[in-house]
């Protein structure tokens, strides 16, 4: 893995969307497979902003989303759907219709799991994954003991996770209990994969997933079996990592 540490977040979430803006600049098709979370919401400023800007072209790029709460509808306020239109497609050229976040309110979410599958391999496979990071060390919504080769699928979410995304919701009981997320197979078949953690709370996550065992007990340490891993983290999300002083010297300041 490649590890680049910032001084600040605001640092480490404007690297992560040159990052991302870099590979549309080169591949102006790319297939981009696209995270949510308060994490991301400064990278998607920063990447609509550039667009404004420099009119970086999003109208031939492809998405996929990670995942998307089990029974909330397209247009409900809280749901990923919306989090994507507010927080980046309305802001850019993308063209929606190539745009695509698992329907969390299908009828047959099995169905509709492998449909999503079936429009990832088609669409060429995805380019470059960015990635959030839960404090307990999932990914998309993978929690822990998922399989290391899952795909997508509905998955049960765990109290620690809802509570987490409490804050979203009105009361803890709106919280949703189940969401469809794109397997850890399925991010391990992305040709790259780009993770930004921030701050405290996330720091034994990022050091589980870097430098712990590679184990279903942390998702995201999956991700040391892919041969194209970008971690992006600020000092705060850094501080459980035991070799960061050899990552800085290797990549100083991020470079
Ligand atoms: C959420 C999302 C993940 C995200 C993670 C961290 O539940 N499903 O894709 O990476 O949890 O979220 P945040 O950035 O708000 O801490």
């Known amino acids: 893995m490649k590890v680049l540490i910032f001084d600040t977040a605001e640092a480490a979430a404007q690297r992560c969307a040159a990052h991302l803006l870099d590979r549309v600049r080169e591949n102006p098709c790319a297939v981009l497979g696209l995270a949510t979370g308060g994490t991301m919401l400064p990278v998607y400023d920063r990447v609509a902003t550039t667009y404004l800007a420099e009119r970086v072209s999003f109208s031939q790029v492809t998405t996929f989303n990670l995942d998307e709460y089990v029974g909330l509808a397209s247009k409900h306020v809280c749901s990923y759907h919306s989090y994507m239109r507010v927080a980046l497609f309305d802001r850019i050229d993308i063209d929606l219709g190539k745009t695509h976040i ?8 099995a169905a509709e799991a492998r449909a999503y599958e079936q429009q990832i391999t088609a669409s060429g496979g995805i380019d470059l994954q960015l990635l959030g990071i839960g404090q307990n060390g999932h990914i998309g919504f993978n929690e822990p003991t998922s399989s290391l080769a899952s795909r997508t699928r509905v998955i049960v979410l765990t109290e620690e996770t809802r509570h987490a995304n409490r804050i979203y919701f009105t009361k803890h009981a709106d919280t949703p209990r189940r969401a469809i997320t794109m397997g850890i197979g399925t991010i391990l078949a992305a040709k790259a994969c780009l993770v930004l953690g921030t701050g405290e709370g996330k720091s034994d996550a990022i050091a589980a997933m870097i430098e712990g065992p590679l184990s279903a ?9 892919h041969p194209a891993v970008t971690v992006i983290v600020d000092r705060a999300a850094a501080a459980g990592l035991k070799l960061g002083d050899d990552y ?5 300041n991020g470079a």
């Open 248 to 252: 800085q010297r290797v990549h100083p």
């Open 217 to 225: 007990r942390c998702p995201a340490s999956a991700l040391q079996m």
């Open 102 to 109: 698992p329907k969390g309110d299908a009828v047959d979410l």
